[in-house]
């Protein structure tokens, strides 16, 4: 309670007109009015000159006394600014004097009108104001209690109050300190500990700088136990650009979402930003970049700012080149938290980075559980240990002033872990007699419980946005509290270390942060489920109205919220129209994240949304059968075999039962497609029947998408059976297909297997690179593509007989596949450079290099290149004349290779027949060569064709059989001259005129 009243306003009618007097005093009773409610309290009524308020009515918070001295304070503020007008205007001044009292009152329904509060405190309140003289603010001795924590006070007489028998203690305020340390609760300690790990994350950090390379460091340890806290610390300490990024705990799904809180962060991005400023934000910080247009369209790209394919691999790349950007004015720390929540697809990241990423002074710092160690069991990691006795007692002493048995109790239940320390500290400040619960959970759960009702209905509203949330949120599931009231609430739970102001994201509001995730856990769990479903959906409600224009960014997690809400309402029975509504917006949401995760080849991430979605929509068959193709072809490609034939099956299924024509025929030919690779049963003939059915269907529907993945099954059937004019028709169509469909990841495919037709089959070279040429226009951007075309066309010069160019680009396909960290292509690159130089004619460059292949393709755990490689190995190894070593390539090669894999069958054959030749077993030579050569000439791969021949003319030749030797390569010849294999062309000439020549060649 506060009472005010004007101790110097007597005899102020007496010398002022009534006009006068009236403006004086509606501008005292205004600016008193606006002091108390800045600080949340409520005028009741004023009566006669004297003003009286209430603070914690109709809703209490643990701070309302404090809100009060410090609304009084604010009175005699805004009164000697007053007084200055009302001088120089009427030539009087007003003094006022204030007492305050807390305790129980009566207050009316103020629904009903009713505002009145009464009971003992307002009278009490009354006598103090009375007893005050001007400029004094009397406090009684419950409200003292209540403040002494920040307020300065002096003990004055007692006074004598109405019905009281005892005089009333009375203090005189002098001041109250400003700024948060109004808490009721010890606030944050002071560090403790931890100088080894300082010392540690110091070290790591002065390498970093000295030897400006990137070094990725984890700190591992369990919840509370101090990560975030020595993070924080640590940067405290260190000259460096500090950004940091936070996995969320939605599960699958968000796979940049710490990518685009660092890149937001480091270009000033706000939520509310038009996609157009984002952008350039982020070009404005790459703008000495000589490549920064295209780190930011990247980028851009992977915030979900703008549509477009961009593969994982570029998005690392554009990140990388962004941190190294910033990393150009000095150092930089990456602060990467909650790593154990992080999707694959980033945790590839950040390895990539810290393996390409060199020259710059850049120190990624995880932070993480141990769990994080499943997934990444060699990343360096340091251990944060429980604190010892002796600093948690440092810590419990810095938070409070416990008694020596309290104390004890504390460190022994908290167990080294500081979240613990704080959170028991806190309950025992509270509750002195409290039996200590067991875990942190259930400590954190009582706590919560203790909390005043508003206070818990707001937290756990709040725990519904996440770690991180927005008072607009909490506000939007509260249209039955008041805004006053939540500030009230919220500034409580900041006050009671529940929760942290944070930086918000959207202009106009303000967001906190949970102190620790715990509390936000132990709030949401106390949420009873039918109330869950509620505040998820219209937590996406607010969202999505929040975000505007740029929502594909919240895509993800508007699926999560909504799937929250149906899950929740199903666990409880209520699958209504409405709960089906909410499951088909989920899966909306969901499918359209997936599908984005699927433009950019993250198809571990895109499996998980689209099983998501199809998962929501059990109820709604035709719209799940909708995305079962797509969520087939997902799990083929993230290696999911099972999950890809379980949902093609069903697509087929339900596509026939559902008389979907459409459907039918696309997952058909998903399925077809699939087991084309996998299942050694499916002749590739019944798959090219399929394709055909298919395409007249397709056709028929005008359904551009289904025609180029016809095509494409066509195209790859071909490949199986290597015949190349077909493959290239077939792909040639389908990339007419996606062209028209707008369909750029498709495309990007298309792109890929056509290049390899133009290599391989029976294009001649001049045309071939052409054709190669405009593959790499087309694909333009996309450095996968780029590289594995280029190296292509580097073989086709060497064929030409230009290694000057044929080397100089695939030199540069290497340092564009390291600059993108493009592993896998990078790793087949040899099989194309061993090639240019065993045509030049250099076998130890030519060793050097499929070696190097040979490595990195071992190191991948991939074995249809690798086999390839070694066939060519042996090659080079057998021209050599160390024909023990080529051998055991060849059955290197034998033994990776599978049936289908051509290039492979048809090598491994010629060299051991060669070899084998040389040692004068001339049947068994004869009898492989002749098997490779008919392997060849069911293909229309010229090349392949014309060496198997070859191979099978050394034998022949050194079995003596002239005859036979020269229609051979003769034959060869041909081949060799219809693809302009110059090299090969004039190598078959020369033999054919000086057979002795051929033994070495
Ligand atoms: N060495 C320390 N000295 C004092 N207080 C500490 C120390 N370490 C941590 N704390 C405090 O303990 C609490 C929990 O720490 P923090 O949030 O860093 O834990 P965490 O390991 O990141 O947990 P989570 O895995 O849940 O994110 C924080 O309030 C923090 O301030
Ligand atoms: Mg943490």
């Not at 004619?841 to 393709?857: C, H, I, K, Q």
């Not at 071992?858 to 490689?869: F, K, R, V």
């Not at 003319?953 to 005859?963: E, F, K, N, T």
Request: proline share 3%.
């Amino acid at each position: 309670m506060l009472f005010c009243d004007v101790s110097g306003s007597t005899g102020l009618g007496e010398r002022l007109d009534a006009e006068s007097v009236r403006e004086i005093m509606l501008g005292y009773f205004g600016e008193m009015r606006r002091a108390i409610e800045r600080h949340g309290g409520t005028v009741e009524k004023f009566i006669g000159d004297a003003v009286m308020a209430v603070f914690g009515v109709p809703v209490a918070h643990e701070d309302d006394a404090v809100r009060a001295v410090r609304a009084a304070l604010d009175m005699g503020d805004r009164l000697v600014e007053l007084n200055a007008q009302f001088d120089e205007r009427f030539g009087v001044r007003l003094a006022v004097g204030i007492g305050l009292f807390s305790g129980e009152v009566v207050a009316g329904d103020a629904s009903r009108g009713e505002a009145l509060v009464t009971g003992d405190a307002v009278n009490i309140a009354a006598r103090l104001e009375q007893a005050a003289s001007p400029g004094e603010i009397l406090l009684g001795e419950p409200t003292y209690r209540l403040v002494r924590h920040v307020a300065e006070v002096e003990r004055v007489e007692s006074i004598d109050a109405k019905g009281k028998s005892e005089p009333v203690p009375a203090y005189r305020l002098l001041s109250v300190a400003s700024g948060r340390s109004e808490s009721v609760r010890p606030a944050g300690g002071q560090m403790v500990g931890r100088t080894k790990e300082f010392g540690a994350l110091r070290a790591v950090f002065s390498d970093v700088v000295t030897h400006r390379g990137c070094r990725l460091c984890v700190v591992l340890g369990e919840a509370g136990i101090g990560k975030s806290r020595l993070a924080a610390e640590f940067q405290k300490t260190i000259a460096a650009t500090v950004v940091y990024g936070r996995c969320l705990p939605y599960g699958e799904g968000i796979t940049y979402s710490p990518l685009a809180q660092i890149v937001k962060q480091a270009a000033g991005i706000r939520d509310e930003d038009s996609v157009e400023a984002a952008r350039s934000g982020i070009s404005a910080l790459l703008a000495s970049d000589p490549q920064g247009s295209r780190i930011a369209l990247v980028l851009a790209q992977a915030l979900g700012l703008m549509a477009g394919a961009a593969s994982s691999e570029d998005i690392a790349w554009a990140a990388r080149k962004f941190l190294e950007a910033l990393a150009r004015d000095g150092p930089v720390v990456v602060c990467l938290d909650d790593l154990q929540w992080a999707e694959t697809g980033f945790l590839d990241l950040i390895e990539s980075t810290a393996a390409l990423s060199s020259g710059l002074p850049i120190l990624l710092l995880g932070l993480a559980r141990p769990e994080l160690l499943l997934q990444r069991p060699r990343w360096e990691a340091l251990r944060l240990e429980p604190l010892a006795a002796g600093e948690a007692a440092q810590l419990v002493v810095e938070l409070a002033d416990l008694d020596d048995g309290t104390r004890s109790r504390v460190i022994a239940k908290a167990g080294g872990n500081p979240f613990f320390v704080e959170e028991l500290v806190a309950a025992v400040v509270e509750e002195p007699e409290l039996e200590l619960p067991a875990t942190l959970d259930a400590l954190l759960s009582a706590r919560l419980d203790r909390l005043r009702p508003i206070e818990r209905l707001l937290i756990e509203r709040a725990a519904v946005e996440g770690e991180v949330f927005h008072r607009g949120a909490v506000e939007a599931l509260s249209d039955d509290v008041s805004g006053p009231s939540i500030t009230a609430a919220l500034d409580a739970l900041a006050a009671a270390e529940l929760v942290r102001p944070a930086q918000s994201s959207f202009a106009g509001d303000v967001s906190f942060r949970f102190r620790n995730i715990l509390i936000r856990d132990a709030a949401y769990r106390g949420i009873a489920k039918k109330v869950r479903a509620q505040l998820h959906e219209r937590f996406a409600n607010w969202l999505l109205e929040a975000v505007g224009e740029r929502v594909a960014e919240h895509e993800e997690v508007l699926g999560y919220h909504l799937e929250q809400s149906y899950r929740s309402l199903t666990a409880l029975g209520n699958a209504d129209a409405h709960a089906l509504l909410v499951a088909g917006r989920a899966a909306g949401w969901l499918a359209s994240a997936g599908r984005r995760a699927f433009g950019r080849g993250d198809m571990a991430a895109a499996a998980g949304l689209l099983r998501r979605a199809a998962s929501l929509l059990q109820v709604d068959p035709p719209r799940r059968l909708e995305l079962l193709p797509e969520l087939g072809k997902a799990c083929r490609f993230a290696g999911d075999r099972t999950g890809a034939e379980a949902a093609l099956r069903e697509a087929v299924d339900q596509a026939a039962t559902l008389g979907d024509r459409r459907l039918m025929t696309l997952s058909r030919v998903e399925h077809t497609f699939m087991r084309l690779y996998t299942d050694p049963g499916v002749e590739t003939e019944d798959a090219i029947r399929v394709a055909e059915e298919a395409l007249g269907i397709f056709a028929e529907l005008d359904d551009e998408r289904g025609l180029a993945q016809a095509w494409a099954l066509i195209g790859h059937a071909n490949w199986l059976l290597c015949r190349g004019a077909r493959m290239e028709e077939a792909f040639t169509r389908a990339l007419e297909c996606t062209q028209r469909a707008g369909d750029p990841r498709e495309q990007g495919w298309v792109l890929r297997m056509l290049a390899l037709v133009y290599y391989h089959g029976p294009t001649p070279v001049e045309r071939a690179i052409e054709r190669c040429e405009d593959i790499v226009r087309l694909g333009q951007g996309h450095g996968a593509i780029e590289v594995s075309t280029r190296a292509k066309i580097a073989g086709l010069e060497a064929m030409r007989g230009r290694f000057d160019i044929a080397r100089e680009l695939y030199l540069q396909c290497r340092k564009v596949g390291e600059e993108f960290g493009l592993g896998p292509v990078l790793a087949a690159l040899p099989n194309y450079s061993g090639p240019i130089e065993l045509l030049a004619g250099d076998l130890d460059a030519a060793e050097r290099e499929l070696r190097t292949g040979f490595e990195a393709l071992q190191a991948l755990g991939e074995t249809s290149t690798l086999s390839t490689n070694a066939a060519l190995l042996a090659r080079t190894l057998e021209l050599q004349g160390r024909l023990d070593e080529a051998e055991r390539f060849t059955i290197l090669s034998e033994q990776k290779a599978a049936a289908d894999d051509v290039a492979s069958q048809i090598t491994w054959r010629g060299v051991r027949a060669r070899i084998l030749a040389r040692r004068g077993r001339l049947e068994e030579a004869q009898r492989l060569a002749r098997d490779g050569a008919g392997i060849a000439a069911r293909t229309d791969f010229l090349v392949w064709r014309g060496e198997a021949l070859l191979d099978l003319a050394q034998v022949l030749w050194l079995s003596g059989d002239a005859a036979a030797f020269s229609a051979s390569a003769e034959e060869a010849l041909r081949f060799f001259d219809a693809k302009g294999h110059v090299v090969l062309r004039d190598l078959t000439r020369a033999v054919i005129a000086k057979p002795v020549a051929l033994g070495t060649a």
